[in-house]
């Protein structure tokens, strides 16, 4: 049975796209077929981590969204491209990189129940085990359809103010469309708060399970930017963090 | 030889009591003493000279002529001296009564002088060539030891000198004259070198081999003016030397040089010293507070801290207590009080612990601050050198701690400790401090609070480091995760009370049930 993992955050720059990279290779390595699908059609950039040119990208999201593909057409393997070998599968389908294709989306939208037919035509054309659906920042209707269907929700939090509200807006959403299991990642923590206090109040808080809590470093962000930790680095900290995430998550 | 010697000798002896007689005659009281001094001299010269050894070859022996001469020149130059003493009073009185007699006296005592030069060794032939000095130099005055055994040639040169501007000290031998430059600040030694109980050699040996008094300028009284011993007295560290009889110009012109350079060689001193004492004071603070101040910054627990940087500070200027006060608002607060003394006395620390209570920073209606109220408000550095001053503070809490603990607070330092926004954020007390090469009670000096005032510029941020860095800690234990309940309620109504969202809920709902065992499809 296929599950959908939908990883979120109310703001931008929680560091979602490094952590769904690093959850797809984790499920990959653990031999499982993964989609991974950027909707953040509006400013995408989880293709970096995955070493895709633009220039390699002839079918995107948004042909899909405004028929002009099958879904399938669109997604791209990049089992090769995780920095290690993996036993698994890993099918990114990127949105368009094209300006103007952003700038249309922006201005005419498109029909959002399209998404949830992509989303199912996907796990059943590619066979996939886990499909991760990569979504855009904040409460939009296709996060919201992202969401609606996610077996699991990832919520990305940092531990400031602003996301606090957010994400207590987010996990209520999340509840109200029954969404089986709600995971919080506290991520870019500064290294002189107690990560487990800080693990104990986020559950006790939004009374949700917290899956990770993980440090900030700017060198290791540097690092992190420019591929997947997991197999760039796996015996860092970092790297062990997203081996116990991704455990938790096989173990749903 | 001996003959012509003798009758030249006799010629200066009438010459000197004809004076003498003339002077009692015209009432010239000071000249008259002065007169018979010289002629003793000539009477003593009379009595060596018609003692003279005959011509044995014992006699022949270059140490026993060196020895024939020493003993003829003094009183020769005894008599020398007095005449030209008496020539220069004369000038300065404007008296031109003695000027022909004395004048015959002296040229007369010089035809002695070259005679006895003839006997044995020819003299070395010093001259006494120098400039036309007649009185040091300004400033270059001091304290001059004459060293010698004979009574008269001290007297003389002690006169002379004193005419001179110079303060004058006398020895009759060696061990005198090492006792006289440890007791007094000397310049320059005048030391002969044949004489009783310790000689020259000795003597300059011994100053030179102590290193408070190599640098003391020695000039050496060599009436012996054979080169060997100018050469070995200049090997053995002499400064100069002088040939007897004495040349008033040469004299001064030697002393002079001689005290020119004591005195620049004193300024080099105190330069060097003041050198090294900088650098001391540079090493103490590089090598004893910085490693001080990374220590304070690295401890992690604010209790070892405080005590830590209490105890630090008191080990630098060996203080025996001191208190730490922390700034809350418009109160300085205890948090640490440590008094070596008191604790060994009563075997128990904690009684110190219920005493100072915390401060008002407030002036009082007297102005009258205590004084680490005083560098709290002020940011100064408060010392006192002697509790009996302190004049416009307030001591009544020291004297009050004082009288309960039997304690006895004689100096006392008080030195703000700022935050980096140079805020003064605490205050470091200190009290008593001692010297640390043998513990005597002494007043904070300038070195002991310069290094203070480093360690408390340290200390400061070391304390307000630990102090944000604890608000972070307690920000983050009371991780305060606050949510706007209301704003959360509307925003989450905005979502969900939409058709797109009840449709979408529906849909999943369907979804789900489709996918679970028995469900549809």
């Given amino acids: 049975m296929a599950r959908i993992i939908s990883v979120h955050s109310f ?46 990208v002839d079918k995107a999201l948004n042909d899909f969204l405004w028929g002009r593909c099958r879904i399938e057409e669109a997604a791209y393997d990049v089992s090769s491209r995780l920095g290690a070998p993996v036993d698994g599968k890993v099918f990114l389908i990127p949105s368009s990189l094209r300006t103007g294709e952003i700038t249309r989306v ?30 855009h920042p904040g409460l939009n209707e296709e996060t919201l359809l992202s969401i609606a269907v996610s077996d699991v929700l990832v919520i990305i939090m940092r531990p400031d103010q602003q996301d606090y509200q957010g994400t207590g807006v987010t996990v209520e959403v999340a509840r109200s469309l029954e969404v089986p299991r709600i995971m919080l990642v506290v991520n870019k923590t500064p290294s002189s708060f107690d990560h487990e206090d800080v693990e104990q109040r986020v559950a006790a808080t939004y009374a949700c399970e917290v899956a990770a809590v993980i440090p900030h470093s700017d060198d290791l962000m540097a690092l992190a930017s420019a591929g997947i930790m997991l197999t760039r680095f796996p015996r860092s900290d970092l790297a062990a963090l997203y081996r116990k995430l991704g455990d938790r998550l096989l173990r749903s | ?38 002629l003793l001299a000539a009477d003593a010269l009379h009595v060596l000279l018609e003692r003279l050894p005959e011509r044995s070859a014992e006699a022949q022996a270059p140490e026993a002529q060196r020895k024939l001469r020493h003993d003829l020149r003094t009183p020769v130059n005894q008599i020398l001296g007095y ?90 031998h060696g061990l ?120 304070l910054s690295a401890e992690r627990d604010f209790d070892r801290l405080l005590d830590r940087l209490l105890r630090e500070a008191r080990r630098s200027c060996g203080a025996d207590g001191g208190v730490l006060f922390l700034r809350k608002d418009e109160r ?121 005032e480093s360690l408390s510029r340290l200390a400061g941020a070391a304390l307000e480091s630990y102090r944000r860095e604890t608000e972070l800690r307690r920000r983050i234990r009371h991780l305060e995760i606050r949510i706007d309940e209301v704003n959360r309620r509307r925003e989450v109504s905005q979502i969900t009370e939409t058709d797109y969202f009840r449709n979408l809920r529906d849909m999943a709902q369907k979804l789900r049930a489709s996918a679970e065992p028995g469900g549809e499809g």
């Fill in chain 2, 83 to 172: 005449c030209e003493l008496l020539v220069e009073e004369a000038e300065d009185d404007e008296d031109t009564r003695w000027d022909d007699e004395l004048r015959d006296i002296h040229e007369q005592t010089q035809e002695v002088l070259a005679a006895i030069d003839q006997i044995g060794v020819k003299p070395s032939g010093i001259s006494a060539e120098v400039s036309a000095l007649t009185r040091p130099p300004p400033g270059l005055v001091g304290t001059v030891l004459v060293v010698d055994d004979n009574h008269s040639n001290r007297e003389l040169l002690e006169r002379r000198l004193g005419r001179d501007g110079f303060s004058v000290l006398t020895a009759a």
């Fill in chain 1, 106 to 135: 922006l201005r005419d939208g498109y029909d959002v129940s399209l998404l949830h037919e992509g989303l199912q035509a996907l796990i059943r054309e590619l066979s996939l085990d886990t499909l991760l659906v990569d979504t």
């Fill in chain 2, 332 to 452: 300085l607060e205890r948090v640490r009080l440590q008094c070596e003394s008191i604790s060994s006395a009563t075997g128990d620390p904690r009684l110190l612990e219920v005493d100072l209570p915390s401060m008002d920073l407030a002036v009082p209606s007297d102005g009258r601050l205590r004084p680490s109220a005083k560098a709290a408000r002020q940011g100064v550095t408060v010392q006192l050198d002697d509790l009996d001053g302190g004049e416009g503070l307030d001591l009544s809490a020291v004297k009050a701690f004082d009288a309960r603990h039997h304690h006895v607070t004689r100096s006392l330092v008080a030195l703000p400790l700022r935050s980096a926004e140079g805020e003064v954020i605490g205050v470091l007390e200190l009290w008593n401090a001692s010297r640390a090469t043998d513990g005597a009670a002494v007043p904070f000096d300038s070195g002991m609070v310069d290094v203070l």
């Fill in chain 1, 11 to 56: 703001r931008g720059g929680t560091g979602k796209s490094n952590t769904t990279a690093n959850i797809a290779t984790y499920l990959a390595s653990k031999g499982q077929r993964v989609g991974v699908i950027d909707t953040d059609i509006q400013s995408p950039g989880i293709h970096v981590l995955f070493a895709l040119d633009p220039s390699e």
């Fill in chain 2, 176 to 295: 005198e004259a090492l006792s006289a430059v440890r007791s007094h600040d000397v310049d320059v030694v005048l030391l002969d070198i044949m004489m009783p109980v310790m000689d020259g050699y000795e003597t300059l040996d011994r100053l030179k081999a102590d290193p408070e008094l190599r640098h003391l300028p020695v000039i050496m009284l060599t009436s012996l003016d054979e080169s060997e011993s100018i050469t070995r007295c200049i090997e053995r560290g002499a400064e100069d030397h002088l040939p007897k009889p004495f040349d008033p110009v040469l004299l001064r012109a030697r002393i002079g040089s001689s005290l020119e350079r004591k005195q620049i060689r004193d300024r080099e001193r105190r330069y060097l010293a003041r050198i090294v004492a900088e650098k001391k004071r540079a090493d103490d603070l590089l090598h004893g507070v910085i490693p001080i101040g990374v220590a």
């Fill in chain 2, 1 to 38: 030889m001996n003959a012509g010697l003798l009758h030249a000798a006799q010629r200066v002896r009438a010459a000197v009591e004809a004076l003498r007689r003339r002077a009692e005659a015209e009432g010239a009281d000071s000249m008259v003493s002065d007169l018979g001094k010289m």
